[in-house]
């Protein structure tokens, strides 16, 4: 990566751009939400367009000298259709939050219902936590996992639904591994007269690949980000069908933000090009078998795999069977000692706190960008392990720590 132009006028500025590239390269990136762009989406999102300013949607502006500005996000908007199939998009909210707010804005009144799954079971802050905006502003249920299964118990959602008449169901989750029955979510919904936001910033990428089920064209609503499991740099997307197309535009501009980042959104038309080539669905395929060679690494050593397995992109491991007295805070700081970097996470029935929580949370979106396969995938696997294992063994971590700097230097990024 060149940054002369930073470095010539901002050293230490400059260092830690560098330093987050090198970061990046040696040590293995598995938080579930992260996943590593190309070069051409960085050029795109760190290019002039972040000076112009363009309030307004393509061919309705309210600034002068927009013509490439209406070129680029004209663009996103044609291959987020094709690649989701939705009669509506908008790709001007800042995040999956903000995409989410959006949603909220133009539907619901402040005090209205929202029915969200709860955050230690997978849900999402902008589902209605206590410390987010949608906690604050409406009346907030929440449904949960099933205990023994790890599955959405969509009887409890039903029950619940009936009972507490929401205005919107929330489904579309962070720490979920299962693939999401959207339609007997919408059937709730629809048993109730509630509208159904599906939110898919974690499973963008797969629904786009195909290899997980779409709620485009059946939940109301279809939110995501675009730097997840799709590679078109960080950002948000709101998806609907036609009848609810000015409602979400003006609740997003000039509801929810100004002006729209322009060169966030160049980001996105050329990562949903990407994401439109054949090779696309053979990568978000990867993502899910890589998740699933996880699985079975992690449950044949003995780990508490939560569901059982996946069929998604993400991993989560329940420490306390196997592992009672270790945190997920503490795995999380050994691992990161040898280059693994993934995160603690709560667990259904969490027992401690969302500081330091009781689980694990591993994706494979990141390794698989860089051609980790199965096998070497199952080898990280037993890294984890082995780290787990022995969280505090100096000489287990240098060995690990070794290990995982080959794997780098074997798969290369941003060369
Ligand atoms: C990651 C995520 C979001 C978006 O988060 P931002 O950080 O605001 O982009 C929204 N919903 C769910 C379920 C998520 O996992």
Redesign the pocket.
């Known amino acids: 990566m060149d940054y002369s132009h930073v470095r010539d006028v901002d050293p230490a500025v400059a260092d830690a751009l560098d330093g987050e590239v090198e970061r990046q390269r040696d040590t293995l990136a598995m938080i579930a ?1 992260e996943n590593h762009v190309s070069e051409a989406v960085l050029e795109a999102q760190g290019s002039a367009l972040t000076n112009k300013y363009a309030e307004g949607y393509p061919g309705k502006r309210y600034y002068a000298g927009c013509e490439y500005a209406d070129d680029v996000e004209t663009l996103a908007v044609e291959r987020a259709k094709e690649l989701w199939g939705a009669e509506h998009v908008n790709v001007q909210p800042h ?4 995409a ?1 707010m959006g949603v909220y804005l133009a539907m619901l009144d402040p005090g209205d219902k929202i029915l969200s799954l709860d955050l230690t079971h997978g849900g ?1 802050l ?2 209605g936590h206590p410390a987010n905006f949608t906690g604050k502003l409406y009346d907030v249920e929440q449904y949960e996992v099933d205990a023994e299964t790890g599955h959405i118990d969509y009887d409890q959602l039903a029950e619940k639904a009936a009972a507490f008449e929401p205005d919107i169901i929330v489904s ?3 720490a979920y591994p299962r693939a999401v029955e959207w339609e007997t979510i919408q059937e709730v919904a629809d048993d109730v007269d509630a509208l159904h936001l599906a ?1 898919i ?2 499973i963008t990428g797969l629904v786009a690949a195909g290899v997980h089920p779409s709620p485009v064209g059946v939940a109301d609503f279809v939110t995501g ?1 675009t730097h ?1 499991t799709i590679r078109a740099g960080r950002g ?1 997307i709101i998806m609907c069908d036609e009848k609810y197309a000015s409602d979400i535009d003006s609740a997003v501009f000039p509801g929810a933000q100004g002006g729209p980042l322009m060169h966030n959104i160049a980001g996105k038309a050329v990562g949903f090009k990407e994401a439109l080539q054949p090779e696309f669905e053979e990568y978000a395929q990867q993502v899910v078998d890589n998740a699933k060679a996880l699985a079975e690494t992690f449950e044949d050593h003995g780990l508490s795999v939560v569901s059982g397995g996946t069929d998604t992109h993400l991993v989560l491991v329940d420490l306390r069977d196997s592992h009672p007295d270790l945190t997920g805070g503490t795995a999380e700081e050994a691992l990161e000692s040898t280059g693994i970097v993934l995160n603690a996470n709560t667990v259904p029935g969490e027992t401690r706190s969302a500081f330091n929580p009781s689980g694990i949370r591993a994706g494979t979106p990141g390794l698989t960008t860089r051609g980790f396969g199965e096998d070497e995938i199952r080898e990280v696997g037993e890294l984890i392990v082995k780290v787990v294992d022995a969280p505090e063994d100096d000489d287990v971590l240098a060995e690990v720590s070794e290990r995982v700097q080959e794997l780098c230097d074997a798969n290369p990024l941003y060369e």
């Open positions: 939400s995040s999956g939050t903000q989410n999402h902008s589902h579309g989750y962070s939110d910033a974690h980000s997840k948000g």
